[in-house]
T-cell receptor
């Protein structure tokens, strides 16, 4: 079993839709969780950082962590074509472990 | 702006030669840096954790003699791919954090092509 499981997609949504991206993890020692966005042939870009359980909101993005169920979520409101990218979830305590990444396509 | 800089962004080398990739933290001192490899359409695979002033910690299956990591200062870590082979062609990415638990930022990545 991978430490971080993430559906690779692809996920295709119309512009303006609410996008829900999800991951599960198995290591209960994970303390912090991050979501990265990666455009094709580019390095990952940090989107959201969450420590322990709870919600965090930044503009159109909301990250949720439920440590009791080991579930990580990223919500994107009013999705835009520019949001089309691969989204990587990650968790860790002294190093980050990444999910496989979900490819998202937002079409006009 | 970028807080972690990686150089070179692209490099082509001949099979059997060695190539060095640099990772620099620009706005902070990084006690820990991480090196990842990413094959096309695959996720980031952690290769090793680089600790300033001490030996790197390699993940299972990563050859430490092939992928030499040096973290000689708080702002610079280098990855040297020795005796490169075509199967080493990949996207290598570094990341840096100030200490455990803090936000980790990634470099822009380095495309290595071994011909």
């Amino acid at each position: 079993q991978k430490e971080v499981e993430q559906d690779p997609g692809p996920l295709s949504v119309p512009e303006g839709a609410i996008v829900s991206l999800n991951c599960t993890y198995s290591n209960s020692a994970f303390q912090y969780f991050m979501w990265y966005r990666q455009y094709s042939r580019k390095g990952p870009e940090l989107l959201m950082y969450t420590y322990s359980s709870g919600n965090k909101e930044d503009g159109r993005f909301t990250a949720q962590v439920d440590k009791s169920s080991k579930y990580i979520s990223l919500f994107i409101r009013d999705s835009q074509p520019s949001d089309s990218a691969t989204y990587l979830c990650s968790g860790g305590y002294n190093k980050l472990i990444f999910g496989a990444g979900t490819r998202l396509a937002v079409h006009p | 702006g970028a807080v972690v800089s990686q150089h070179p962004s692209r490099v082509i080398c001949k099979s059997g030669t060695s190539v060095k990739i640099e990772c620099r933290s620009l706005d902070f001192q990084a006690t820990t840096m991480f090196w990842y490899r990413q094959f096309p359409k695959q996720s980031l695979m952690l290769m090793a954790t680089s600790n300033e002033g001490s030996k790197a910690t390699y993940e299972q299956g990563v050859e430490k003699d092939k992928f030499l990591i040096n973290h000689a200062s708080l702002t610079l870590s280098t990855l040297t791919v020795t005796s490169a082979h075509p199967e080493d062609s990949s996207f290598y990415i570094c990341s840096a954090g100030q200490n455990s638990g803090n936000t980790i930022y990634f470099g822009e990545g380095s495309w290595l092509t071994v011909v």
